[in-house]
């Protein structure tokens, strides 16, 4: 499985979560993934619930949804493809799920759970610390376009 895994970081080696690992650190942090697939019209995860795991989207497309106010509706807030991240805001905050994922495609993804995050950085501070100023640097980013389209309602 954990060849798999390599192939599978390789792919979205470029995304920016990876883009500060070389090689050599791909197969250090394999074994701490999993491959999951969720076919179409699969929860992945429901608002409310624990905050278990990070995803990648390695082939197909998550939709995320918020509930509203009115009971039974649900805002689409984004539309997730290849290379997106998902459930990321957990990692750090620690609360429950900010909104639903469902897949809308079948979906394949690269889970690595809190404790293997954990885990990682303990046994591998100098590429866990890699792996997280990319974490920190999508987060970022989309701080400042959440800020940028609030501005322009405004």
């Not at 050599?24 to 074994?31: E, G, H, K, R, T």
């Not at 949804?65 to 290849?82: D, M, P, W």
Request: hydrophobic share 45%.
């Amino acid at each position: 499985m954990s060849k798999e895994v390599i192939e599978q970081l390789k792919n979205i080696k470029d995304e920016m979560i990876f883009e500060f690992l070389n090689e050599q650190d791909f197969v250090i942090i394999a074994p701490f993934f999993e491959l999951k697939n969720y076919p179409l019209g699969t929860i992945v995860f429901k608002e409310g619930e624990p905050g278990e795991f990070i995803g990648f989207v390695l082939s197909g497309k998550l939709e995320v949804k918020k509930q509203t106010e009115f009971k039974g509706n649900q805002l689409i807030i984004a539309i997730l493809g290849k290379g997106s991240m998902v459930g990321e805001l957990s990692i750090f905050d620690e609360h429950k799920r900010s909104a639903t994922v469902e897949a809308v495609e079948d979906t394949n993804l690269l889970i690595i759970k809190n404790d293997s995050i954990n885990s990682l950085i303990e046994q591998f501070p100098y590429i866990g610390a890699k792996l997280l100023k990319g974490l920190i640097r999508i987060l970022s980013l989309r701080l400042r376009k959440a800020t940028e389209r609030l501005t322009n309602i405004f």
